[in-house]
Nanobody, 120 residues
Framework: QLQASGGGLVQAGGSLRLSCAASGRTFSSYVMGWLRQAPGREREFVASISRSGGSTYYANSVKGRFTISRDNAKNTVYLQMNGLKPEDTAVYYC???????????????WGQGTLVTVSS
């Protein structure tokens, strides 16, 4: 089970940190990802992180502004979002994948989503 939190309303240029806490004792066995879905748009990849945290991947639209990290001791993955833009407004989902693709196309588990709203 994944529980995302940390969303909210922020002005353009501001920052937020999303957290996703996982239950269970196999968190380190999963590639973790953040995806987002804006109103009227398809869900899109934002970032992913390898099981150890040693490798990270980002969508071009967030590269240089967002940072994904994980703490396997705390069963938690984070998304630090800086320099937020109105186009970052979306529901953000964390997800877990047991496969080998560092940028998973499908995920085994999903969190419930947390809303990020960026005002101009």
């Amino acid at each position: 089970q994944l529980q995302a939190s940390g969303g909210g309303l922020v002005q353009a240029g501001g920052s937020l940190r999303l957290s996703c806490a996982a239950s269970g004792r196999t968190f380190s066995s999963y590639v973790m990802g953040w995806l987002r879905q804006a109103p009227g748009r398809e869900r899109e990849f934002v970032a992913s992180i390898s099981r150890s945290g040693g490798s990270t991947y980002y969508a071009n639209s967030v590269k240089g502004r967002f940072t994904i990290s994980r703490d396997n001791a705390k069963n938690t993955v984070y998304l630090q979002m800086n320099g937020l833009k109105p186009e970052d407004t979306a529901v953000y989902y964390c997800a877990a994948d047991s496969g080998s693709n560092p940028i998973p196309q499908m995920y085994d588990y999903w969190g419930q989503g947390t809303l990020v709203t960026v005002s101009s």
